[in-house]
């Protein structure tokens, strides 16, 4: 059989074996944990706050009408605000996966330019879940190849 100048990577386990991916993914986890922790904290804080102030308010504590409506406007502020706090971190936890995302995909790309000036393949499909192709000879594909290359320069880009 002869074979084409045609490749095609796995992209699922290129990005599941490729530890640059990996500690990627791992730095992203963390941010989104720390964001969930934070406001977990703060509403747990609010929580603590409005029930503090249904007490009050059944038990008659407010010395005015005044008083209770200032903290009453407080408490609304105070949930807007953990709302708020909640829709800039997840908008910015999109902005650092989208970051990543791109950082990721130009490593691959350009190690892939530098790859293939030996390799002289026409052409390096990408292959997720085989969306892209439904059945291909085995020899056709790379993903091993270059998720090992892509690791060692990886590996010694951190050492």
């Not at 986890?29 to 703060?42: D, F, G, S, Y």
């Not at 910015?92 to 790309?109: A, G, P, T, V, W």
């Not at 390799?119 to 059945?135: A, H, P």
């Not at 291909?136 to 270059?146: G, L, V």
């Amino acid at each position: 059989m002869v074979q084409m100048p045609v490749a095609y990577i796995n992209i699922d386990s290129l990005l599941l074996n490729y530890t640059y991916s990996k500690d990627l993914n791992e730095v992203l986890i963390r941010k989104r944990e720390n964001a969930q922790a934070t406001l977990t904290q703060k509403a747990r804080q609010l929580d603590l706050e409005m029930q503090e102030f249904q007490r009050k308010h059944e038990n008659n504590a407010f010395l005015s009408e005044q008083s209770f409506k200032s903290q009453q406007q407080a408490l609304v502020k105070k949930q807007q605000d953990l709302q708020a706090l909640e829709e800039n971190l997840t908008q910015e936890l999109m902005k650092e996966q989208q970051k990543m995302n791109e950082q990721l995909r130009d490593s691959i790309y350009k190690f892939l330019q530098t790859y293939n000036k030996d390799k002289k393949y026409q052409l390096i499909i990408s292959n997720t879940m085989n969306d892209n192709i439904m059945v291909a000879d085995p020899s056709y594909n790379i993903t091993n190849e270059i998720v090992e290359i892509l690791n060692k320069k990886y590996k010694k880009s951190k050492d």
